[in-house]
């Protein structure tokens, strides 16, 4: 499989995040095409990473069609040959969206990231440690960092462009999108999450916290949209060895996270970009990561055809 930093496809190119490219295909539909960009403490790095475009969109894909009858979604095809046939224009291109590219409904993205926290842990954990809060909120005393939270709190926040986004509470995410949006995303949320949990957990994965991402069509529909319960929209721990009290070991980019904690604490670099040259080894074991994340989820290894 061919690695790729950025996509070069004969659409208009609309957005380019830190691993996501966007394309406009019509009116209705888009194309989003997830490069194999990694990024660390809010810096992308400049190797790619192998196969993690694919991982990202076939675990959204495999998410989609377990929730399809829960709520709706703004997946049309993850398939290259589909994509190829329903988007003309992609004739020639398919070896370059092969396992990356998934066909998209069309929508206004809510500005909101819905945010739910199944245990309590990173960011929500050091306010908590520190102000006993969450966003400013008050939370139950004594709880353990990687604790279980039941029920899981809903933890809006804000989308940001650049840097971290920023947890909000969820009378100013009524403020931003109104009482009833803001209510039934919420809805969706927790019933996402409640299914997609449970069926990690039944294949040895705990879904600590993750992110979902809405839109609204122009009819009025609220479709679930981005990626889902992904290694970089979530953090999954694996069940065998939870224990509370601690940080967890995670199915994600840990090991290059570790590496380059360590050039930081001896001074080899400044947390900024331009970051260091990944050594080879690093760039193995967190795509290795990946992989085990997609083959412990679904339960078969990653096959990009």
């Not at 039941?150 to 650049?162: G, H, L, R, V, Y």
Request: net charge neutral; glycine share 8%; hydrophobic share 40%.
């Amino acid at each position: 499989m061919v690695l790729m930093t950025t996509s070069d496809l004969p659409l208009e190119r609309i957005a380019r995040g830190k691993v996501r490219d966007v394309y406009a295909v019509d009116g209705d539909r888009l194309l989003l095409v997830a490069t194999d960009r990694v990024s660390a403490y809010d810096v992308v790095m400049a190797e790619p990473i192998p196969q993690k475009g694919a991982v990202l969109t076939q675990v959204s894909a495999w998410w989609f069609r377990q929730l399809g009858d829960l709520v709706s979604h703004h997946m049309i095809s993850a398939d290259a040959d589909e994509i190829v046939a329903a988007v003309p224009a992609l004739k020639g291109h398919r070896d370059e969206i092969a396992g990356r590219a998934m066909l998209c409904k069309r929508g206004t993205v809510f500005p909101i990231e819905c945010v739910v926290r199944g245990y309590i842990t990173g960011s929500a954990w050091r306010e908590y440690a520190k102000t006993g809060t969450l966003a400013g909120e008050t939370l139950p005393a004594g709880l353990q960092e990687s604790g279980r939270l039941d029920p899981p709190i809903f933890s809006p926040a804000t989308k940001a462009e650049s840097g971290h986004d920023e947890n909000i509470t969820i009378a100013q995410m009524k403020k931003v999108l109104g009482a009833d949006v803001t209510a039934e995303l919420e809805r969706l949320t927790r019933l996402v999450y409640t299914k997609g949990r449970d069926v990690a957990l039944k294949q040895g994965i705990i879904v600590a916290d993750t992110k979902f991402e809405f839109g609204r069509t122009k009819s009025g529909e609220i479709l679930l949209i981005d990626e889902v319960m992904t290694p970089d929209s979530s953090r999954f721990w694996p069940a065998d060895g939870y224990v509370p009290g601690k940080p967890q070991p995670s199915f994600d980019k840990q090991p290059l996270r570790n590496w380059l904690d360590v050039e930081r604490h001896a001074g080899r670099w400044n947390g900024e970009a331009p970051p260091p040259r990944l050594p080879a080894e690093v760039v193995e074991a967190t795509s290795q990561r990946y992989l085990e994340a997609y083959r412990r989820l679904t339960g078969a290894d990653l096959v990009v055809s």
